[in-house]
């Protein structure tokens, strides 16, 4: 193709209908026919991005190869298109609007007066574009955040507005919405939907497909019905019903031929077969898994479904490729004690020690894992769950009685794991914590080896704190040993203790780098050992 294609997603009626799944199977199915393709998200916060925002607000917050912490949408796009994100994969408005005001400081608009459109509408527009400019790219897919109607998102339905009348054939708009069943009357209600859509043209678009979202499956007259009232081809009216897993998501998109709508739409000859081949081994193996592993996540954000994210996913991955099905048990850490560990944790077979930050939980983090390393079960520390491992054997190994993160206790006697000299007078929380994909080198005779089959390898990080290599010695003498180590700085990237079955913590976030059909060696790794308990 000579040209990049740009297609948007909006949505409209009700938040979280899965804007961010759909704009995933789309774009795995155009990269399915042989398309180079990504997805950009655009959210009407004014946060600068999501790293500041507590998991409550917003759910995980995804970290891309170049350090950038981004909405967890585009941990779904790395997911579904096996590709990595960058900087340029998210905006927010408050990026946006800091561009504008950093330019019009400098003298930029040669003192005019700076407006919504058409300075903030160009500063979207010149975003949109940056990823089709570098010629990588055959179709650009943006998810547009939040939902038709709100204020917060108006200058970016704008932008998309203008964009289209410039592009012509080379733009595409789809539009998710709501089709409710209501109980009472025993029928689907495409009244919101009608709604939805007319805000859009209002605001001056006209969807090119309308995704319906509904719970299950609609009739061909109601399908009818939207169209006709819609103003859009009946035969680009598709439907997302609720599927047992999302991965079912670009199966039932297929066979509703949504790529040959879009790329006939867009004046693309649509050539060759949809190759889903490995995809749908991933889902036969999800379907046709008789056994089950029981993983238990220790965290304080247990009660939200989206604070570990990848983690979940990664989880799920890898055991559907050891042909398993995930019985997944989520455990409050501030409710466990060195008392009642055997209470929650007797009955898996592996347990993963969650990321996070603060002190609340974390005496609970310490009991976990002393019961699992006692009891010899798989253990996983991830980020804050491998400072966590250290910490407890710092104590219950090493001796050294209240041994703790400076992050949790500054007046700590053993302060095992402390803060990187570069970051302690750094000020700004969004600017003080190692960010991105690091090198970090192997150990041969390792479990982190063995599973990777790599002495170098590259992983992402988000934290502030880090294993303190004044006790490497003391550790290593004592069992504990660093198996995994930044080449250029000397820090402690991997943890493990070889004498028990599967004991290993990483400074870094692997989940951040499993995907459907490339699963990360160390959740197979682990979880292999935890099917053989």
Same mark, same amino acid.
């Given at each position: 193709?000579?040209?990049?294609?740009?297609?948007?997603?909006?949505?409209?009626?009700?938040?979280?209908?899965?804007?961010?799944?759909?704009?995933?199977?789309?774009?795995?199915? &155009?990269?399915?026919?042989?398309?180079?393709?990504?997805?950009?998200?655009?959210?009407?916060?004014?946060?600068?991005?999501?790293?500041?925002?507590? +998991?409550?607000?917003?759910?995980?917050?995804?970290?891309?190869?170049?350090?950038?912490?981004?909405?967890?949408?585009?941990?779904?796009?790395?997911?579904?298109?096996?590709?990595?994100?960058?900087?340029?994969? #998210?905006?927010?408005?408050?990026?946006?609007?800091?561009? @504008?005001?950093?330019?019009?400081?400098?003298?930029?608009?040669?003192?005019?007066?700076?407006?919504?459109? +058409?300075?903030?509408?160009? *500063?979207?527009?010149?975003?949109?574009?940056?990823?089709?400019?570098?010629?990588?790219? =055959?179709?650009?897919?943006?998810?547009?955040?939040?939902? @038709?109607? =709100?204020?917060?998102?108006?200058?970016?339905?704008?932008?998309?507005?203008?964009?289209?009348?410039?592009? %012509?054939?080379?733009?595409?708009?789809?539009?998710?919405?709501?089709? +409710?069943?209501?109980?009472?009357?025993?029928?689907?209600?495409?009244?919101?939907?009608?709604?939805?859509?007319?805000?859009?043209?209002?605001?001056?678009?006209?969807? #090119?497909?309308?995704?319906?979202?509904?719970?299950?499956?609609?009739?061909?007259?109601?399908?009818?019905?939207?169209?006709?009232?819609?103003?859009?081809?009946?035969?680009?009216?598709?439907?997302?019903?609720?599927?047992?897993?999302?991965?079912?998501?670009?199966?039932? &998109?297929?066979?509703?031929?949504?790529?040959?709508?879009?790329?006939?739409?867009?004046?693309?000859?649509?050539?060759?077969?949809? =190759?889903?081949?490995?995809?749908?081994?991933?889902?036969?193996?999800?379907?046709?898994?008789?056994?089950?592993?029981?993983?238990?996540?220790?965290?304080?954000?247990?009660?939200?479904?989206?604070?570990?994210?990848?983690?979940?996913?990664?989880?799920?991955?890898?055991?559907?490729?050891?042909?398993?099905?995930?019985?997944?048990?989520?455990?409050?850490?501030?409710?466990?004690?060195?008392?009642?560990?055997?209470?929650?944790?007797?009955?898996? =077979?592996?347990?993963?020690?969650?990321?996070?930050?603060?002190?609340?939980?974390?005496?609970?983090?310490?009991?976990?894992?002393?019961?699992?390393?006692?009891?010899?079960?798989?253990?996983?520390?991830?980020?804050? $769950?491998?400072?966590?491992?250290?910490?407890?054997?710092?104590?219950?190994?090493?001796?050294?009685?209240?041994?703790?993160?400076?992050?949790?206790?500054?007046?700590?006697?053993?302060?095992?794991?402390?803060?990187?000299?570069?970051?302690?007078?750094?000020?700004?929380?969004? %600017?003080?914590?190692?960010? %991105?994909?690091?090198?970090?080198?192997?150990?041969?005779?390792?479990?982190?080896?063995?599973?990777?089959?790599? *002495?170098?390898?590259? *992983?992402?990080?988000?934290?502030?704190?880090?294993?303190? #290599?004044?006790?490497?010695?003391?550790?290593?003498? #004592?069992?504990?040993?660093?198996?995994?180590?930044?080449?250029?700085? $000397?820090?402690?990237?991997?943890?493990?203790? +070889?004498? &028990?079955?599967?004991?290993?913590?990483?400074?870094?976030?692997?989940?951040?780098?499993?995907?459907?059909?490339?699963?990360?060696?160390?959740? &197979?790794?682990?979880?292999?050992?935890?099917?053989?308990?």
């Amino acid at each position: 193709m000579t040209e990049t294609k740009y297609i948007f997603v909006t949505g409209g009626v009700v938040s979280s209908l899965g804007k961010g799944i759909v704009a995933a199977s789309l774009g795995k199915l &155009l990269q399915a026919r042989g398309y180079r393709v990504t997805i950009q998200k655009f959210d009407p916060y004014i946060n600068i991005d999501p790293g500041t925002l507590n +998991p409550y607000e917003h759910g995980e917050c995804y970290v891309t190869i170049d350090g950038h912490e981004a909405d967890l949408d585009l941990g779904h796009y790395e997911r579904f298109l096996n590709i990595p994100t960058t900087k340029a994969n #998210n905006i927010t408005t408050g990026r946006i609007y800091q561009n @504008v005001i950093d330019r019009e400081r400098k003298g930029d608009f040669l003192g005019k007066t700076v407006q919504v459109v +058409p300075h903030i509408t160009d *500063e979207i527009k010149r975003n949109i574009m940056i990823l089709g400019n570098t010629g990588e790219y =055959d179709f650009i897919i943006t998810e547009i955040g939040g939902t @038709v109607g =709100d204020i917060e998102s108006l200058p970016y339905i704008e932008s998309v507005r203008q964009l289209r009348w410039e592009l %012509g054939k080379n733009c595409l708009c789809v539009h998710l919405t709501y089709v +409710p069943f209501i109980a009472a009357a025993k029928e689907v209600k495409t009244k919101p939907t009608q709604h939805s859509v007319k805000t859009l043209q209002e605001q001056g678009i006209l969807p #090119n497909i309308l995704v319906l979202r509904t719970e299950t499956q609609l009739s061909e007259n109601i399908r009818h019905k939207v169209a006709l009232f819609c103003n859009v081809d009946e035969n680009a009216v598709i439907q997302s019903y609720d599927v047992p897993s999302i991965y079912e998501v670009p199966i039932v &998109l297929a066979a509703q031929g949504m790529d040959k709508i879009v790329l006939r739409k867009m004046g693309v000859p649509v050539k060759g077969k949809l =190759d889903m081949t490995r995809w749908k081994s991933f889902l036969t193996n999800m379907k046709t898994a008789k056994k089950t592993v029981k993983i238990g996540l220790v965290g304080k954000y247990v009660e939200l479904p989206d604070a570990y994210k990848s983690i979940n996913e990664s989880l799920l991955q890898a055991t559907t490729y050891h042909h398993r099905k995930l019985d997944l048990r989520f455990i409050h850490s501030e409710k466990l004690t060195d008392e009642n560990a055997a209470e929650y944790l007797e009955g898996m =077979d592996g347990i993963l020690v969650a990321p996070g930050f603060g002190q609340r939980g974390i005496e609970g983090k310490f009991s976990a894992i002393k019961y699992a390393r006692e009891h010899n079960k798989p253990t996983f520390g991830v980020c804050l $769950g491998m400072q966590c491992m250290v910490i407890e054997y710092a104590r219950n190994v090493l001796g050294l009685e209240n041994a703790n993160s400076m992050e949790m206790d500054t007046t700590t006697p053993y302060k095992v794991i402390d803060l990187m000299e570069e970051q302690k007078h750094l000020t700004f929380m969004g %600017g003080s914590m190692r960010l %991105g994909a690091y090198d970090c080198r192997l150990e041969k005779d390792s479990i982190a080896y063995r599973a990777y089959q790599s *002495e170098l390898i590259s *992983e992402r990080h988000r934290h502030r704190y880090e294993f303190n #290599n004044d006790y490497k010695t003391a550790f290593e003498s #004592n069992g504990m040993k660093c198996t995994g180590i930044n080449p250029k700085a $000397g820090l402690v990237e991997v943890v493990e203790v +070889p004498t &028990l079955r599967w004991f290993l913590g990483t400074q870094y976030h692997p989940e951040y780098n499993s995907t459907v059909v490339k699963p990360h060696p160390l959740f &197979l790794s682990f979880i292999e050992a935890a099917t053989k308990s």
